[in-house]
């Protein structure tokens, strides 16, 4: 473990300096370049601060769905493969469910603004 700080501060760090120090002075393509790489670096960072609880979860869940144990790439593996095979489909318990959850967890990392994510987000916290 390295000492602070975290990959979280430093990439959050560079991505506020490029936006409040760097952004204003640029036009055009130079300054659409520079958003495209502050939006990088933001999901860079809640990347970085999402992931591992995220796919801990999914995996958890898969574990249980399949009845099985393996790596996360492995579990989903499996799933593809009964889906496939026609052993498992949207009327299995708890798959549904599965899907949602994970597809929520990878919006909150890659587009955390979109607003049916907010929406869901929001329905989900009452």
Request: no cysteine; glycine share 6%.
């Amino acid at each position: 473990m390295q000492d602070e700080p975290t990959p979280i501060e430093l990439t959050k760090a560079v991505a506020d300096f490029l936006r409040s120090e760097i952004a204003p002075g640029l036009s055009g393509h130079q300054a659409f370049k520079l958003r495209v790489a502050v939006n990088i670096l933001d999901l860079v960072t809640r990347q970085l601060a999402l992931e591992q609880g995220s796919d801990g979860a999914e995996a958890a869940r898969l574990a249980q769905l399949l009845d099985l144990n393996g790596s996360l790439f492995e579990l989903n593996r499996a799933l593809a493969d009964r889906i496939a095979d026609g052993k498992v489909d949207l009327t299995t318990p708890g798959l549904p469910e599965h899907l949602w959850q994970t597809t929520l967890d990878k919006l909150a990392i890659d587009q955390p603004n979109y607003a049916s994510y907010k929406r869901e987000r929001g329905r989900r916290n009452e």
